[in-house]
C-alpha cells in the first residue's frame, strides 16, 4: 500500500467563498502515482468544507443566500459561541449542511468522477490562511 | 491490495426518490472478493445523494416534505442557476442535505452494518439516467 | 494490509447530546497499530451521528437549538414516521445534517488533525444503548 499526503493552504480575502480545487487534487495525484485506491480531501479547520457540486456561479450565489437562511451570520448575538470572543457561530452550522470531506474513488490514475463532479473549498470564516489535507492510499 | 468498481445506472421516473439500493451493494461485494477493506458509494451527479438511513415509507415521505421545506423547488425563479436554462437548483441543495456519498466498513466479507442501517440512491432531478459508484478496496 | 475493527457502545441518559469520542479513537488507533491509513467513524444506528467540530459548550447548546429549529421533535404528530410508534422522526432529519460519518486520515500513527477538530458522537434520540463503530485499514 502507497500513501500520500499533502496540506493545502488558502487565505480567502471575504468571509465567504467557493473555490474550486480540483485541478489541484488533479496535481496531487499525479504526485502521489498511485492508479487504484482513495483519496480523502477534507478540511483541517471546523469553519469551512470540502464538498464536490457544480462550478456554475449562480449556484455558488444561490447556495450562499442559502446558508444565510438556513444559519445567519446576523445577528451575531443569537448564537452562544460568539459569546467566547468569536464571531463566526454561523460558519461552524454551514460547515455541518455542506460537509468537512469528501472520498473519491482513484480509478487508473484518474479522480473518477461522473461529468459535472468537481472538488470546492467552502470557506466561510476566512479573512486568515486555513489549510486543506489531501491524503490518498493505495497502490 | 485489491479494488473492485462497478457503476450502478438508476432512470427514476419522477423527479424524486429513494431507492434502496442495499442488496444491489451486497451483490458487488461479494462479486469483488474483498473480506476486508472500504467500500465507497456515491452518487456520480450533483443533484442526487447516496445516504444511509431506515427503509420506512413514513420516513422517506417525511424527507421528502422537509427537504421541500428547507430547499424548495417552486418558485424555480429563486434560484439564479435555473437562468442556466436548469429548474433543477434545489436538488443541489437537497443534495447537500443528504450528502453524496457514504464511506463502509467491509468486515469478514460483509457490509458492518447496524441493526437499521440501509444505502439508499436519493434522486432529486429524475427522469432520466443517472449513475452511481461503487468501489471497494481491500482484501 | 492491515485492518482493524471496534465497537463502542454509548447509553446516553438524555435523548439528545454531544460527547467528544476523540480520546476513544486514539487509543483505538494506538490498539491498531496502523500508522498510515484510513480511519472510519461511524454511527451503527440512524438516529446518531458522528462529525468533527468544535469542543465548546456554547456551540453545542448552539447546535441543539439549530437543529430543534431545522427539524423540531415537537408536535411528533408531524412526521408520518411516528405513525409506526416511534416519536423520533427529527432525529432521523438531524442526523442527515450532522452526518453519519467521519473519515479521518492517518499519518504515521496519528489522527491528521488541524488544530480544533475534534470527533463528536451526536446522540438525538437516547436514553438506551447504541453503537460507534470503528474501522482503521493501513499499515
New interface residues.
Given amino acids: ?1 502507497k ?1 500520500y ?1 499533502k496540506e493545502l493552504w488558502f487565505e480567502v480575502p471575504t468571509r465567504r467563498a467557493l473555490l474550486n480545487i480540483t485541478p489541484t487534487i488533479v496535481d496531487c495525484l499525479r504526485e502521489s502515482g498511485i492508479r ?3 483519496a ?1 480531501v ?5 469553519t469551512a468544507s470540502v ?4 462550478d ?1 456561479p ?2 455558488h ?3 450562499d443566500r ?1 446558508l444565510e437562511h ?2 445567519p451570520h446576523e445577528p451575531t448575538s443569537q ?6 470572543g468569536e464571531d463566526n ?1 454561523d460558519a ?2 454551514k ?11 482513484i ?1 487508473a490514475g484518474k479522480l ?6 468537481q472538488i470546492f473549498y467552502g470557506e466561510f470564516d476566512g479573512r486568515r490562511r486555513k ?1 486543506v ?1 489531501v ?1 490518498i ?3
Avoid: C
Fill in positions: 500500500m500513501s499526503r487504484e485506491g482513495l480523502l477534507n478540511a483541517m479547520h471546523i464538498f464536490i457540486n457544480d456554475e449562480g449556484l450565489q444561490d447556495y442559502w438556513l444559519a448564537y452562544l459561541h460568539n459569546l467566547t457561530a461552524h452550522m460547515r455541518q449542511i455542506m460537509g468537512r470531506e469528501v472520498v473519491v474513488a480509478t473518477d468522477f461522473g461529468p459535472w463532479e489549510r489535507l491524503k492510499i493505495g497502490e
